[in-house]
Nanobody, 114 residues
Framework: QVQLVESGGGLVQAGGSLRLSCAAS????????MGWYRQAPGKQRELVAY???????YYAGAVKGRFTISRDNAKNTVYLQMNSLNSEDTAVYYC????????WGQGTQVTVSS
C-alpha cells in the first residue's frame, strides 16, 4: 500500500508563500495523477490541484494563478508552491492520487494570519 507523507506547512502572514511536499512510497507513483487537497475547519475536503503523469495540471478556481503543482517522479514527490496566501487558504493540506485511491496521510497544517 502506498504511504503518503506531507510536509512544509506552517504559519505564514497573508501575502506570504509556502512550499508543500508529499513523499510517496510505492512503484506506481510515476503513472498516477497526483493531487493536493485541503480541508478547512467545518468544511469538506476539496481538491486544490492535480498533475497528471505527463505534466498536465488542473487548479481549482480559488487558487488558480497563485498555486503551482509539480512533481519529481525520480523522487516520488509532488510539490505545491503556494503564493499570495490569504486567510481562506487556512486548512490541513493532503496529497493523494487523483481520483483519491490511497489511504490519506496525516496532512500538513497551513495557517495564514491576516
Amino acid at each position: 500500500q502506498v504511504q503518503l507523507v506531507e510536509s512544509g506547512g506552517g504559519l505564514v502572514q497573508a501575502g506570504g508563500s509556502l512550499r508543500l511536499s508529499c513523499a510517496a512510497s510505492g512503484s506506481s507513483f510515476s503513472i498516477k495523477a497526483m493531487g493536493w487537497y485541503r480541508q478547512a475547519p467545518g468544511k469538506q475536503r476539496e481538491l486544490v490541484a492535480y498533475i497528471r503523469s505527463g505534466g498536465t495540471t488542473y487548479y481549482a478556481g480559488a487558487v488558480k494563478g497563485r498555486f503551482t503543482i509539480s512533481r519529481d517522479n525520480a523522487k516520488n514527490t509532488v510539490y505545491l508552491q503556494m503564493n499570495s496566501l490569504n486567510s481562506e487558504d487556512t486548512a490541513v493540506y493532503y496529497c493523494n492520487s487523483w481520483p483519491s485511491d490511497y489511504y490519506w496521510g496525516q496532512g500538513t497544517q497551513v495557517t495564514v494570519s491576516s
